[in-house]
Nanobody, 120 residues
Framework: QVQLVESGGGLVQAGGSLRLSCAAS??????YGWFRQAPGKEREFVAA????????YYADSVRGRFTISRDNAKNTVYLQMNSLKPEDTAVYYC???????????????WGQGTQVTVSS
């Protein structure tokens, strides 16, 4: 059974940092993505990484503040979030699949999500 389990969310003040983790089980994946969804808004792309970790891509809104990385030995992907802003508040989802991209439809598996709340 394939599972993606996120952890690391929480409440943080603006300017603070959080590190999200996504542990995959059941199979290995070539590509991972992080997405987020705020109340009343559509799910939006945050970051993506290829299997080697050498190819990464970020949404303009997080570039320079967030870093996606992966540990293939642990089948885990991370999202280091620095300089957090109140507008980063959302449920963050990990996604995995065979296609590298920025669209939710390009990913085959999803985690349950973890809440990130940034207070001003």
């Amino acid at each position: 059974q394939v599972q993606l389990v996120e952890s690391g969310g929480g409440l943080v003040q603006a300017g603070g940092s959080l590190r999200l983790s996504c542990a995959a089980s059941g199979r290995t994946f070539n590509n991972y993505g992080w997405f987020r969804q705020a109340p009343g808004k559509e799910r939006e792309f945050v970051a993506a990484t290829s299997r080697s970790g050498g190819t990464t891509y970020y949404a303009d809104s997080v570039r320079g503040r967030f870093t996606i990385s992966r540990d293939n030995a642990k089948n885990t992907v991370y999202l280091q979030m620095n300089s957090l802003k109140p507008e980063d508040t959302a449920v963050y989802y990990c996604a995995a699949g065979s296609v590298y991209g920025v669209s939710p439809g390009q990913y085959d598996y999803w985690g349950q999500g973890t809440q990130v709340t940034v207070s001003s």
